[in-house]
């Protein structure tokens, strides 16, 4: 296939059962080569198989976003073997709780790296790509920490914060140039295993539409992506209609 017949590609770094997934998956059906990154490329399987049944195409790739050399190496992989990247969304959640006294430099280190640098290296590696284009959607997932501190979450509010600054910062200086930064804050639960498992109460509220269902939020995405110039949004915050604010 000629460089001219490529698809435009969406490249959903973090792609995880639930957001991510989504995402790949509402691109897809508008035409996008979904590329799709977890550090274990075998967990993806399913959702590129799904993909596929739907009529639609996906490449899976293994790569650890905090490393600067495997994230440089996805995005010439792609652009050189699949297609030029249209989309970036990092949708890596980092989220854990630690009392602030039970806090190690190792945990407080490595939520930093993949909330908030692994943010910035895939922005980076985009903006290098699209500016000289003129066009591109940059997405960064946030979450009620990008706007506060909870007790027990230091380093993920630190590292959502961080995300949030960096989105902000290339926001201003890369809009000029035609690419829409956006910050989505997702403020509430997500219908996935986890909070079936860990939080039964929450999830009891999704039968009156009390907790996040993934495509809703991916058509959110997808919303962003196709506004024109002259509309864009930069940070918009998803919450189900009962949660408190």
Known sequence: MSKAQRPPVALVIGAGDATGGAIARRFAREGYAACVTRREKDRLAQLVEEIAAAG?????FGSDARKE???????????????????????????????IAETTTRVYTKVWEMGAFAGFLMG??????????GRGTIIFTGATASLRGSAGFAAFAGAKHALRALAQSMARELAPKGIHVAHV?????????????????????????????????????????????????????????????
């Open 69 to 99: 050399e495997e994230t440089i190496a996805l995005f010439d992989e792609i652009e050189r073997d699949v297609g030029e990247i249209d989309v970036t969304v990092f949708n890596i959640g980092a989220n854990v709780h630690f009392p």
């Open 124 to 133: 980076r590696e985009a903006a290098r790509r699209m500016t000289p284009r």
């Open 185 to 245: 804050v997702i403020d509430g639960a997500i219908d996935t295993a986890f909070i079936r498992d860990t939080f039964p109460a929450a999830y009891a509220k999704k039968a009156e539409g009390g907790i996040l269902d993934p495509d809703h939020i991916a058509e959110m995405y997808w919303m962003i992506h196709r506004q024109p110039r002259d509309a864009w949004t930069h940070e918009l915050d998803l919450r189900p209609w009962i949660e408190k604010w």
């Open 56 to 60: 639609g195409t996906a490449h899976a």
